[in-house]
Nanobody, 130 residues
Framework: QVQLVESGGGLVQPGGSLRLSCAVS????????VGWFRQGPGKEREGVSC????????YYTHSVKGRFTISKDDAKNTVYLQMNNLKPEDTAIYYC???????????????????????WGRGTQVTVSS
């Protein structure tokens, strides 16, 4: 019943921007942590960002810090990932995910972003190329 649907991906030039959306249904978003992950060609899945249920705690992997911003709109049941100054190495399929007892804990990012999560979207392709 829990569903997540990503949108907003596309082809952009280096330095460009995209805003990804993750529409969540089946749960009350105000009670859930949501994270963004990505997987580039030939690479392992990487945890990009997460946001706490209250929206007051966020985490970003080092490579996107200062360029990406995660946010949420509980009224719209949607989580966003604003991506600025995109680089070719950002090219990947971007997924959002959640689970009942997941906590976004920047003090333990490895455990946070390697947690086994039950609910995933199908992904949206982001391609950064000139």
């Amino acid at each position: 019943q829990v569903q997540l649907v990503e949108s907003g991906g596309g082809l952009v030039q280096p330095g460009g921007s995209l805003r990804l959306s993750c529409a969540v249904s089946g749960v009350t978003l105000a009670y859930y942590v949501v994270g963004w992950f990505r997987q580039g060609p030939g690479k392992e899945r990487e945890g990009v960002s997460c946001i706490s249920s209250a929206g007051d705690t966020t985490y970003y992997t080092h490579s996107v810090k200062g360029r990406f911003t995660i946010s949420k709109d509980d009224a719209k049941n949607t989580v966003y990932l604003q991506m600025n100054n995109l680089k070719p190495e950002d090219t990947a399929i971007y997924y959002c995910a959640t689970d009942y007892f997941w906590i976004c804990n920047p003090n333990n990012p490895d455990a946070t972003m390697r947690a086994t999560l039950d609910y995933w979207g199908r992904g949206t392709q982001v391609t950064v190329s000139s």
